[in-house]
Every structure is written in structure tokens, then in C-alpha cells.
């Protein structure tokens, strides 16, 4: 919008009800944020006088096609026992967890331990409460934390019920091939690093 390039209304509009010719996104269940996480984040080059909202949010969808729904990433979901719409929910808290390259995995092992825990089933991410709240708090509130909300992993067993952020290729690569761990916890030390723990 600030670029000149679309109207904020028309493009949320077309976001939550447009007709996009995906198979993955017929399978998105119904929800608000319909495409959210679906938007793939990459550099693109965009014409204010030859692109539209629908051809900006096409060339998006067209790339997540291309990086993160290929027919390796949905059989390794199904042997998971995911779905794609669950790794990406999956792979955007990842996203938005990991501190870059050397804890993403390791990021993932954690939730990956998590949803198939019966003690710990709950994921307690900070990062899906940041959603809710539309913004990035450093310390969350105990109030926070108790906020009803399907993306409240503090509430709610599993995943939150879509995707917080879109996710990169790295995100969606540790969601599917997360480290082999027995960590199921994960704290942000003085050091400014992640510390792991069983």
C-alpha cells in the first residue's frame, strides 16, 4: 500500500473470499486469516501499472506451490500423520520461535515431542499468545497466557488452529525433519541463545 501498489481493503478482501486455482488452498479449513502462512515470503518484483492485488497474492501463492507443497514435503507430511495445513501451522510457530539456523531444528523437535507427549501436550509457545495479541511482548503476562483463543497453545492441547506468520523454507524444512531429540523444553538464556532441555 505505501508503494502504490494495492488498497489494503481489496487486498484483505481477497485474501479471506478470492478464487485461487490451488489445490492447497481448497484445503485450507475455513477460518479467519484464511491465507495466512500461505503467503510465501520471498523477494518479488511488482508493476504498479501492470499488477493487481490478485496478481500480487497469485505470485505468492505460486511460490509457496513451488518451495513448500511439492510432492516430497506432502508425503514426508503424511508420514507424520500431518496434514500440509499442520506443518505449516507447524513451521510458522517454528518461524517465530527460533532464534535462525542453529536452533530451528531443534525448535522443532521440542513441539514435534510435545504433540505426541501425554504429560507436556500442550506447546506453550509465546510466539502463538504474540499472535492473539498483535504484538511482540518480551515477557508475557499470566493474564496473556489465559486468553481464550483457538491460537492459544497455553489453552489448547496441539497446534493453534492455523498458521501465526509465513513461514520460510527453513521453517518448513524443520517442521518436516525436525532433530532427533528428547527435549521438551526450551528457555532464552542471559546469553541470548536457546537452552534445551528433557
Known amino acids: ?99 535462525g539456523e542453529n536452533d530451528r531444528k531443534d525448535v522443532s523437535s521440542v513441539f514435534h515431542n510435545r504433540l505426541k507427549s501425554k504429560d507436556f501436550p500442550y506447546l506453550q509457545s509465546c510466539a502463538t499468545v504474540q499472535y492473539i495479541l498483535k504484538e511482540r511482548k518480551a515477557v508475557l503476562s499470566e493474564a496473556d497466557t489465559k486468553i481464550q483463543s483457538p491460537y492459544n497453545t497455553y489453552q489448547n492441547k496441539g497446534l493453534p488452529v492455523g498458521p501465526i506468520a509465513s513461514p520460510g523454507a527453513a521453517s518448513v524444512e524443520a517442521a518436516l525433519y525436525p532433530n532427533q531429540t528428547d527435549y521438551l523444553f526450551f528457555v532464552l538464556g542471559s546469553d541470548g541463545v536457546h537452552h534445551f532441555s528433557k
Open 1 to 99: 500500500e505505501e508503494a502504490g501498489l494495492i488498497d489494503r481493503d481489496v487486498f484483505y478482501d481477497l485474501v479471506e473470499n478470492g478464487q485461487f486455482d490451488y489445490a492447497f488452498v481448497r484445503e485450507i479449513p475455513k477460518r479467519e486469516n484464511r491465507l495466512e502462512g500461505y503467503l510465501f515470503p520471498d523477494t518479488y518484483s511488482f508493476s504498479k501499472t501492470a499488477d493487481t492485488e490478485q496478481t500480487i497474492i497469485n505470485a505468492m501463492l505460486k511460490r509457496f506451490e513451488e518451495v513448500v507443497y511439492t510432492q516430497e514435503n506432502r508425503s514426508r507430511a503424511r508420514a507424520l500423520g500431518l496434514s500440509m495445513d499442520e506443518v505449516v501451522t507447524l513451521a510458522s510457530v517454528v518461524e517465530r520461535e527460533a532464534l
